[in-house]
């Protein structure tokens, strides 16, 4: 299969795909080839807001340290 006829095949398999998760995800993947890709950039303002509000918080020492919350889970799933 030559190229036009792969882009082809792409296309045509793209185009009947309504699911809008599967399309992002086909776009990050594309986008990671054709540039330097962030996917910090791909967040909406919300998203960004949380983020920025835990690192804050983390900053502040208001973090929960891994081993804590790891020993909870397991504690309650029982493994």
């Keep these: 299969m030559n190229t036009i006829e792969l882009k082809t095949d792409l296309h045509n398999l793209i185009d009947k795909i309504n699911d809008v998760n599967i399309l992002n995800a086909i776009k990050v993947l594309l986008s990671k080839k054709t540039k330097e890709f962030d996917w910090y950039d791909e967040l909406d303002s919300e998203q960004k807001k949380s983020i920025e509000q835990g ?6 020492g208001e973090g929960i340290p891994n081993e804590s919350v790891m020993a909870e889970v397991r504690k309650l799933y029982k493994i």
Excluded: V, Y
């Design 55 to 60: 690192l804050n918080e983390l900053d502040n």
